[in-house]
């Protein structure tokens, strides 16, 4: 689990994270150290060309360097193998082995250049195949040189302190997180890696302005991202592995759950229905939430015939109809809405696709088929939407009407203030009212529908008859108080294992704690547990048992995270308990909690998870509560039932009772023309 110190720093990798890297550089090795020795044996006494004692010692030079890096690396790959992912001793040679490896990159370094000066010098005159021999044997070592220096780069960790100091490797229970020099050392990591993530934020968006509020956003969201997993000492492939056991771990507890004690959680006061009448306008709306995504959406679910229908309207000039439309410069947007919705131009009162943080596209139109007036809110689809979503901290709001504490998901609140000021200030709602008297309709699907829930929330004081429909929202959206107010008039709709719902700042703890529990005990090395994962991804079967070899040791000390390879220990950190139970009394949130908007719908896949591509799917929709995405389930499925046109399939089947297949063709695909 301890990061691997090497060259008097920590680096992003472990030393159990050399064996699949140093075998396939192993087998790449083998085949070229047989053809090197094969072109020798051949040729061997008589090059017929230039500079032969030159090619002579260049050959005898490969195969000893090429064999004094296959006996390093074979000893990597056993040494790494070693052990578990929490018990390195058996892996205490591995820094001795990567000193030994680097240095031969300088003997290969010279072969190389070796090779290059008889090619360009003396290998005129050589026999062609020699001569090609050769310079596949100079471009190789240049490539795995290349590859090389950009791994370093990769795993590189600007967080990486030289070696601690003594008073951080003092044994369990005597260095405090109380004590002077812990909190002084704590606070120099955490600034320092705040920083790192902001630099981080700043290079990935380069494109954006570096304006005020950008320059807030980036802060805010450094602050949140760099102290998640600062007390413990995980690299990205123990995270890897203990999402692969924890995925078997859920699969293996729901496969042994008993239908019968299935927890009902539908609410008292809807009836059947109820239920269906809401799926029959939940589809509705999802025409309209999927429609504001514009033309990549569009395209992505017609892909034989959305080019073409797209294609004259795009680059049409019709400048004197585009007052209501912002940020759409060729049009696309735009043409793809008509297209998807089915409706006409006259149709629509406001249409802006004006993009920043905390500043998201919307559109608002006139369903005169339901008659309503609809306020369509876009999801993430830029790097400023992700932004917007990273804005995780919680905001206040201030509700009249309601008791309790009022606070949101920052990023989100705000996005849906920015729409509140345009549709009241600018007086969009107004001027829809006053063509046609209808009732009003919010929704949007992922950011959108997050920011339409809150929205919703906003005028529900001066439009009491309000509805509002929001597809896979995030999980961590607003307080209790909030979402038990909003169950009159929000209806949040969750496709199967879907991530988004669930997530949230508590439930990432509450992850991250279960990641650290699992990999703690379980005594599988990392690369069986990458390899089995891989393998029950790709092709399922029984969920493994996951013994513990630490079951003697003090529960004290399973519950530290480690900092280091020395095992520098946080008492009284958040992640203090996350090795203990679940039910440990002292286990305190570190967030405030967020839940789900409204009353939930959620729409579970009927029969067998694992199924072929061509199999036939079918959907059974139930009321749940906000409570029942308390944890976030690791599956294949969890990214896919976000999607936006997964969850239209899935309403489109439910209200048509008919199954379809998980790789519909593109022509039953999300065909939006029929609302």
């Known amino acids: 689990m301890p990061g ?47 500079g032969k004692s030159v090619l002579h010692i260049y050959l005898i030079g490969l195969l000893v360097v090429l064999a004094l890096i296959i006996l390093s690396l074979c000893a990597i790959v056993y040494v790494s193998a070693q052990g578990t992912i929490t018990n390195p001793g058996s892996r205490r040679s591995m820094p001795t082995l990567v000193y030994l490896r680097a240095l031969l990159y300088l ?60 008073a951080a490797m003092e044994p369990l229970g005597v260095r405090h997180l109380e004590s002077n020099g812990g909190t002084q050392f704590l606070s120099s990591a955490r600034s320092l890696a705040v920083k790192v993530w902001e630099s981080r934020l700043r290079l990935l968006c380069c494109c954006l302005p570096q304006d005020e509020s950008n320059r807030a956003a980036f802060s805010s969201i450094s602050q949140l991202v760099s102290g998640f997993f600062l007390d ?39 009836i059947e229905e109820d239920l269906e009448s809401e799926l029959e306008r939940a589809v509705h709306c999802m025409h309209f939430a999927a429609a504001a995504y514009g033309w990549p959406l569009y395209i992505y679910s017609n892909l034989l015939t959305g080019p073409c229908k797209l294609c004259g309207d795009c680059c049409r000039s019709r400048a004197a109809e585009y007052d209501i439309v912002g940020g759409d410069h060729l049009g696309c947007h735009f043409s793809s809405i008509l297209e998807s919705t089915g409706l006409q131009y006259r149709d629509f009162v406001h249409v802006s696709f004006h993009n920043q943080i905390y500043e998201i596209p919307f559109f608002v139109a006139l369903d005169h088929k339901r008659e309503s007036i609809l306020v369509a809110v876009r999801g993430t689809l830029s790097l400023k939407d992700v932004l917007t979503d990273l804005s995780a901290e919680c905001e206040n709001l201030t509700i009249d009407g309601v008791t309790g504490a009022c606070y949101a998901h920052k990023g989100i609140s ?85 991530l988004v719902p669930r997530l949230s700042l508590p439930n990432m703890e509450d992850l991250k704690r279960k990641i650290l529990k699992i990999v703690s005990n379980c005594n599988k090395p990392k690369y069986r547990i990458l390899l089995q994962g891989c393998w029950y991804e790709l092709f399922g079967g029984n969920p493994d048992d996951f013994p513990s070899e630490m079951e003697n040791r003090r529960e004290e000390e399973l519950s530290q995270p480690l900092l280091g390879e020395e095992s520098l220990l946080i008492r009284h950190s958040s992640s203090y308990q996350s090795l203990a139970s679940d039910d440990s009394p002292v286990h305190t949130l570190p967030h405030m909690p967020l839940f789900l908007p409204g009353r939930v719908l959620h729409i579970i896949e009927d029969g067998p998870t694992r199924r072929s591509c061509i199999s036939q799917v079918r959907y059974r929709a139930e009321w749940s509560n906000e409570m029942a995405f308390g944890s976030i389930l690791i599956n294949p499925r969890m990214l896919v039932d976000h999607m936006p046109d997964a969850v239209l399939r899935a309403l489109k089947s439910l209200t048509s009772d008919k199954p379809y297949s998980l790789c519909p063709s593109s022509s039953d695909q999300y065909d939006h023309n029929v609302v």
Not at 237 to 248: E, T
Request: aromatic share 10%.
């Open 4 to 50: 691997m110190v090497v060259f008097g720093r920590r680096w992003g990798i472990a030393s159990d994270d050399l064996v699949f890297p140093g075998a396939f550089e192993l087998f790449i090795r083998l085949l070229w150290w047989i053809g090197t020795l094969i072109l020798y044996t051949n040729h061997k006494g008589h090059f017929d060309c230039n």
């Open 107 to 166: 003997p290969e370094l010279v072969w190389a250049c070796l090779g290059a000066v008889w090619v360009s010098d003396d290998g005129k005159c050589c026999d062609p195949a020699t001569v090609g021999a050769v310079i596949a044997a100079v471009v190789a070592s240049w490539i795995i040189l290349l590859f090389t220096a950009l791994g370093v780069i990769f795993v590189f960790d600007p967080l990486g302190n030289p070696r601690p100091s003594a």
């Open 232 to 270: 413990t000492d995980l690299v990205p492939s123990d995270i890897a592995a203990g999402l692969a056991l924890l995925h078997q771990e859920q699969d293996k507890m729901e496969r042994s759950r008993d239908p019968e004690l299935t927890v009902d959680h539908s609410p008292s006061s809807p």
């Open 414 to 498: 705000q996005a849906a203030s920015y729409i509140y000021r345009k549709l009241v200030n600018d007086g969009i709602l107004n001027q829809a009212f006053s063509i046609v008297p209808y009732k009003l309709v919010i929704t949007g699907h992922s950011l959108g529908a997050g920011a339409a829930a809150v929205l919703a929330i906003l005028l529900r004081n001066s439009f009491p008859t309000l509805k509002c429909y929001a597809f896979s929202p995030p999980g961590g959206l607003m307080s209790k108080a909030l979402a038990d107010h909003s169950k009159d008039f929000v209806v949040s709709v969750v496709l199967g294992k879907d």
